[in-house]
């Protein structure tokens, strides 16, 4: 047992080091984040809500033209006037700094689901990997279709004029959603018909034909079988509801009346839906250099597209895409930098409604970021892409638009994170084949201790200790029981031989030598001798020979006189005496 807990220590004392070396070896330095939770609810204010100024009763109301029109919280309006709603935007600055990516703390982010559904929705500039949390927000989610080829009137279209040589510039998606290309699309004002000479014979147009421009408007069904706002008030009925609802000098509408205009979307201005269904007309997006295309050079892939017309006048294409645009309300989770959940809940209508607000006016804000969708949507290849990139850029305009009335809400709950803290990353396997190997020499230890103390006896074990002192290494240095007593019987033996010849040194005058005086020895040592006892005492050791001789010859000479012998011993006895 005690050799086999030695040769476990002895090799478990090797192979320690060599695994302590590998896991010394395969521990590397990284960096871990550390969350601090803010239970108290969020300090920062990164999400988006209505502002309670702009907006105290929600995103819009009966509260236009004496309560027929709906009008949403976004617009400033004046409705005192002879000719409809005069409205602008609430914010137009920032709003146009949100919508080219240079506002100080609002943005348009974008988070597309497992479906391949791409979400647009306001966030903060200021978010970033430092802090985590969870904010309210809105989002919007729009899909384009190209429709072109279902609007056309004929075949031949546009490069064909009547009879009273007027262009043939018309779309016609249905029986209630038709219009000129040249058409904004706000709603309660008149299409415009051009001649060709480009007089406008309808002071409700607002261009040329072959001028690039862009229109937009709503319908109230994803068919799009009725426009929004398509009758237009003459300045009668705009008089007689005006003075019907802000005034007491005649008989108010009743209320069935005023159920009716507020129902019928054809009088009304904006429409509260949600999800909206609209359409987009475009003239001059792209352009072309009609030289080439009469010799046969087409250098746009989109002249070849079935969806992408030829405009009449000027290098012009024509094109439509239909719409339909979602809003939601939104609850996001941000985490380490970069969105972890999101969550979607369709707004009311009247969300919609709000959102639609700046294009169903066709303000210049929004005819501004129309034309610049446009634009980019003109450099793609397809007009399949025309219609997504118009989507992407339609529901990030409408968004930015919206900023005006939106102020910063405190987020629901936040943690801050901090990625400085250094560590050590451990491996697992040599780290328990390190413990293991130190548990085995424990062990091991314990076994060889309990050996000992178990199978050896202790005055052995002192004897052991002492002779492993630094005086019992001396001592065996000395300790050469045969040698010492050798040396002794020869040294006697010499003292005991007879002169040769008798001297005056001889006390007798016999032939006996005189023993040697201890003074008279060369080569004297000091060591540590043992006796018959087991005791240990010092000696001096003189040319091999120690002083105990002296009690030996006493012994011989006491185991003589007991046997009447006193001869020679005796002489030796009186020699060594005196």
């Known amino acids: 047992m005690a050799f086999t807990a030695l040769f476990m220590i002895t090799f478990l004392g090797l192979l320690i080091p060599l695994v302590d070396t590998w896991f010394g070896i395969a521990t590397t330095p990284a960096i871990i984040?550390?969350?601090?939770?803010?239970?108290?609810?969020?300090?920062?204010?990164?999400?988006?809500?209505?502002?309670?100024?702009?907006?105290?009763?929600?995103?819009?109301?009966?509260?236009?033209?004496?309560?027929?029109?709906?009008?949403?919280?976004?617009?400033?309006f004046d409705d005192q006037n002879p000719y409809g709603i005069d409205a602008t935007l609430v914010g137009p600055d920032e709003s146009a700094r949100t919508a080219l990516g240079y506002s100080a703390i609002t943005s348009i982010a974008n988070y597309t689901d497992k479906n391949g559904l791409t979400y647009h929705?306001?966030?903060?500039?200021?978010?970033?990997?430092?802090?985590?949390?969870?904010?309210?927000?809105?989002?919007?989610?729009?899909?384009?279709?190209?429709?072109?080829?279902?609007?056309?009137?004929?075949?031949?279209?546009?490069?064909v004029s009547d009879s009273t040589g007027l262009l043939n510039d018309k779309f016609e998606c249905s029986a209630g959603f038709q219009a000129n290309f040249t058409f904004p699309g706000a709603a309660q004002t008149l299409d415009a018909a051009y001649n060709m000479s480009g007089d406008v014979t309808n002071p409700g147009a607002d261009g040329l034909e072959g001028r690039p421009s862009i229109g937009l408007a709503f319908s109230t069904n994803a068919n799009l079988t009725n426009r929004v706002?398509?009758?237009?008030?003459?300045v009668s009925d705009l008089t007689l509801l005006v003075t019907n609802n802000l005034t007491s000098n005649e008989t108010p509408l009743t209320p069935a009346q005023m159920s009716a205009l507020q129902n019928n979307p054809d009088t009304q201005f904006l429409h509260a839906q949600n999800p909206l269904n609209f359409a987009t007309?475009?003239?001059?997006?792209?352009?072309?250099?009609?030289?080439?295309?009469?010799?046969?050079?087409?250098d746009n892939p989109l002249l070849n597209d079935t969806e992408i017309y030829r405009g009449s006048v000027g290098g012009n294409t024509k094109w439509i895409v239909q719409c339909s645009a979602t809003v939601y309300n939104v609850t996001y989770a941000w985490a380490n930098g970069s969105v972890h959940s999101f969550d979607v809940e369709v707004?009311?209508?009247?969300?919609?409604?709000?959102?639609?607000?700046?294009?169903?006016?066709?303000?210049?804000?929004?005819?501004?970021?129309?034309?610049?969708?446009?634009?980019?949507?003109?450099?793609?290849?397809?007009?399949?892409?025309?219609?997504?990139?118009?989507?992407?850029?339609?529901a990030n305009a409408a968004l930015a638009l919206s900023v005006g009335t939106m102020d910063p809400q405190a987020n629901v709950i936040e943690q801050v994170r901090n990625s400085t803290i250094a560590v050590a990353r451990v491996p697992i396997a040599p780290l328990s084949l390190l413990l293991g190997l130190k548990l085995l020499y424990v062990v091991a230890v314990i076994l060889l201790a309990l050996g000992a103390y178990c199978f050896t006896h202790p005055a052995e074990t002192e004897v052991v200790k002492t002779q492993l002192s630094?005086?019992?290494?001396?001592?065996?240095?000395?300790?050469?029981?045969?040698?010492?007593?050798?040396?002794?019987?020869?040294?006697?033996?010499?003292?005991?031989?007879?002169?040769?010849?008798?001297?005056?040194?001889d006390p007798r005058g016999g032939g006996l030598k005189r023993a040697v005086t201890l003074a008279e020895m060369e080569d004297k040592r000091i060591g540590v001798v043992a006796n018959a006892n087991g005791a240990w005492g010092f000696a001096v050791v003189a040319n091999g020979v120690w002083n105990g001789i002296k009690p030996i010859a006493t012994d011989i000479i006491g185991m003589e006189a007991s046997q009447g012998n006193?001869?020679?011993?005796?002489?030796?006895?009186?020699?060594?005496k005196k």
């Open 281 to 298: 007309w475009a003239t001059g997006y792209p352009t072309y250099d009609t030289t080439l295309v009469q010799n046969g050079v087409i």
């Open 470 to 505: 630094a005086k019992g290494l001396a001592a065996a240095h000395f300790d050469a029981p045969d040698m010492l007593q050798s040396n002794v019987v020869r040294e006697l033996g010499q003292r005991l031989q007879p002169a040769e010849s008798p001297t005056e040194e």
């Open 121 to 159: 929705y306001l966030a903060d500039k200021r978010a970033d990997g430092k802090l985590d949390f969870k904010a309210h927000t809105f989002g919007i989610t729009t899909q384009c279709k190209p429709i072109t080829s279902h609007c056309v009137v004929s075949k031949n279209w546009p490069s």
């Open 347 to 394: 707004s009311n209508p009247e969300m919609g409604g709000f959102m639609s607000a700046p294009f169903g006016f066709h303000l210049d804000p929004a005819a501004n970021v129309l034309a610049s969708i446009a634009s980019l949507a003109a450099l793609q290849n397809t007009s399949k892409d025309l219609a997504d990139v118009f989507a992407n850029g339609w």
């Open 33 to 76: 984040t550390q969350l601090y939770n803010i239970t108290s609810g969020g300090a920062s204010t990164f999400g988006r809500a209505l502002s309670s100024v702009q907006c105290p009763n929600g995103p819009g109301d009966f509260r236009a033209m004496g309560g027929v029109a709906w009008i949403s919280c976004n617009m400033h």
């Open 566 to 576: 006193l001869g020679t011993a005796g002489q030796l006895m009186t020699a060594w």
């Open 229 to 234: 706002g398509k009758q237009v008030y003459s």
